[in-house]
């Protein structure tokens, strides 16, 4: 065996080892990245996924990843632009469509959100979160039928899926069905007591509903479970006004406001001193 000859075969059993280990640097890398992204160190995770897009460029969880990533931070734009990277490298990519549909939805785009998520069914039918972000899209578009059949199907998959019980609960809130939307809110809490935005929001329908005491007890109860919960204040200084006690709707207020709710400053304005 002539020299030449041997180097091809000493090739042939190097080099699928260190295929093997390049991809799988660049999966540890992902990997790392997903662990310091849940840990809420961004900086963190974009150092990892980059890394892993260095060594594989054409590594289309990496994409995905990353674009999550910007979509934490809303960095929009750059989001939009690693998933349709992602997308691009695997064609039936469906959490890369959903993802991207999450972004569209971010900057208003509900159209491009829809048709999105209406991708990522067609490649995983029994995907929840994509019939659940289209749901809210629909929602968002007033087309309140539709979103309910996307809610409807995300509890028939799971039923114990909290956000599509809540979404659909604003969505029958918005056809006027409020005795719905608060059974709704009313299974949502039931299946996690520590769902904020479901109190807020059957307070809400309470408020709606002239039940100003009921509804305080559920804006307080936000409070209680999110403290920095500014919208879950003003309602109930709401409530606290409509039942004329202005010191407590007052305090209220001015929490939000300290909260970062501006648009509260007329109602102090006018009725605090």
């Known amino acids: 065996m002539n020299k030449f000859a041997r180097l091809l075969i000493a090739l042939a059993m190097i080099l699928p080892c260190s295929f093997h280990s390049f991809a799988q640097n ?35 969880e990496a994409m995905n990843a990353r674009g999550i990533a910007y979509l934490a931070s809303r960095n929009y734009g750059k989001a939009i632009v690693d998933f349709c990277k992602a997308i691009q490298l ?3 990519y469906a959490e890369a469509y959903n993802n991207r549909g999450n972004a569209g939805a971010s900057i208003q785009d509900n159209t491009l ?46 039923p114990k899926y909290t956000d599509a019980y809540n979404n659909r ?11 719905k939307a608060i059974a709704d809110y009313t299974k949502t809490i039931a299946l996690d007591s520590t769902y904020s935005g479901a109190y807020n929001n059957r307070g809400w329908a309470y408020y709606t509903m ?5 509804a305080i007890i559920d804006f307080s109860k936000a409070i209680v479970i999110s403290p920095k919960y500014g919208k879950a ?5 709401n409530a606290y006004y409509n039942l004329k006690d202005t010191t407590n709707a007052c305090a209220d207020w001015k929490k939000a406001l300290e909260l970062g709710v501006t648009d509260v400053q007329g109602a102090i304005d006018a009725y605090c001193k």
């Open 113 to 158: 959100a829809i048709d999105d998520y209406t991708k990522a069914i067609s490649i995983k039918p029994d995907y929840t979160e994509a019939y659940n972000n289209r749901g809210w899209a629909y929602l968002n578009v007033n087309l309140y039928e539709q979103a309910i059949t996307d809610f409807n199907k995300a509890i028939e998959i799971n």
């Open 169 to 179: 609960g604003w969505a029958y809130f918005n056809m006027n069905e409020t005795d």
């Open 26 to 60: 660049a999966a540890d890398l992902v990997k790392s990245g997903n662990a310091k992204y849940k840990a809420y160190d961004l900086d963190g995770a974009f150092a990892d996924y980059n890394k892993a897009i260095s060594l594989d460029s054409m590594f289309a």
């Open 90 to 92: 695997d064609g039936q």
């Open 210 to 214: 002239k039940e100003y005491n009921k």
């Open 233 to 237: 204040y003003i309602n109930r200084g």
